[in-house]
């Protein structure tokens, strides 16, 4: 990790550096791949200002505070810092553990497998008449199978709020469920 820091109007001491060192340390624990962390520490008449940035693989992080203390405008921007890479890593961590869309549509389909039937000659389509009905906010594959559910309706048209495009949802006879998801290749 790079670190580096420069003072605009003021002398970096000892203290200050010993400092600096201490608190990149803290974000390198909570964080650990960073590849920089650049501070710029500013005086200007009774005002100190600190710039803190961060940057790891395709993320950086930029915070900044300004106080009459230079040690509080300090830690300021570097708990500034610190809150954005709590809130990124949580996200993180959620979308990692939502399920796929192929994931939960096998498991409310447990007991059925795709098979592939043919067939020697081909027969005209039948038409099988369905009511029509489109969910009114976005919603996810979990949540339209159990509004599908609930209704006792066959099929369920809905805007998927992961992708951010039109599904369709629907019930078989046998009570398993289908789901139909676009794809722009």
């Known amino acids: 990790m790079k670190i580096t820091y420069s003072g605009q109007h003021l002398k970096i001491t000892d203290d200050i550096h010993d400092y600096i060192l201490k608190r990149a340390e803290k974000i390198e624990s909570r964080f650990g791949d960073m590849h920089e962390f ?36 300090l830690d300021g921007a570097i708990d500034k810092v610190i809150k954005q890479i709590r809130r ?10 939502n399920a796929p869309h192929r994931d939960v549509v096998a498991q409310l389909n447990p007991d059925t497998t ?13 038409i099988i008449p369905a009511s029509e009905k489109f969910a009114s906010k976005p919603l ?9 559910h609930s209704s006792g309706e066959s099929l369920l048209m809905f805007l998927n709020s992961e992708t951010r495009q039109v599904n369709l949802l629907y019930q078989s006879d046998n009570g398993a469920f289908g789901w139909v998801e676009p794809s722009f290749t």
Do not use: C, Q, W
């Open 114 to 126: 795709e098979t592939l039937v043919e067939t020697d000659s081909f027969d005209a389509p039948t």
């Open 38 to 73: 650049n501070v710029i520490l500013k005086s200007e008449k009774h005002r100190f200002e600190a710039e803190v940035k961060v940057t790891a693989p395709r993320v950086s992080f930029y915070a900044k505070n300004e106080t009459h203390d230079l040690m509080s405008a």
């Open 140 to 148: 996810t594959v979990g949540e339209a199978a159990t509004e599908l």
């Open 88 to 97: 990124y890593k949580e996200r993180a961590k959620d979308r990692r553990h």
